[in-house]
Nanobody
Framework: QVQLVESGGGLVQAGGPLRLPCAAS????????MGWYRQAPGKQRELVAI??????TRYADSVKGRFTISRHNYDTVYLQMNSLEPEDTAVYYC??????????WGQGTLVTVSS
């Protein structure tokens, strides 16, 4: 059983940076893709950024050039968020895909960007 634990959320002013770490524990066998999704109030959960075990990345258009995802030792993923905007306010969820089938989620961490 894999558990994903996020941290690093909080309140930040618009234009500021924030870094979100996610640590995975348990068997990483079969885990290929890890990443981040977010859900703003009244909206559906959406992809922010994902990274595969080979290092390939994918970003939402809204965060390209501002956010960077990185992965370390196959069990830790970071989301570096720069130039934050009030529209980035959301609960951010760590994500992992096991055996290309099973979706795993963290408990979420709230990011609030004030204008």
């Amino acid at each position: 059983q894999v558990q994903l634990v996020e941290s690093g959320g909080g309140l930040v002013q618009a234009g500021g940076p924030l870094r979100l770490p996610c640590a995975a524990s348990g068997s990483m066998l079969g885990i290929n893709t890890m990443g981040w999704y977010r859900q703003a109030p009244g909206k559906q959960r959406e992809l922010v950024a994902i990274v595969s075990s080979s290092g390939s990345t994918r970003y939402a258009d809204s965060v390209k050039g501002r956010f960077t995802i990185s992965r370390h030792n196959y069990d830790t993923v970071y989301l570096q968020m720069n130039s934050l905007e009030p529209e980035d306010t959301a609960v951010y969820y760590c994500y992992a895909l096991k055996y290309r089938t099973f979706e795993l989620w963290g408990q979420g961490t709230l990011v609030t960007v004030s204008s």
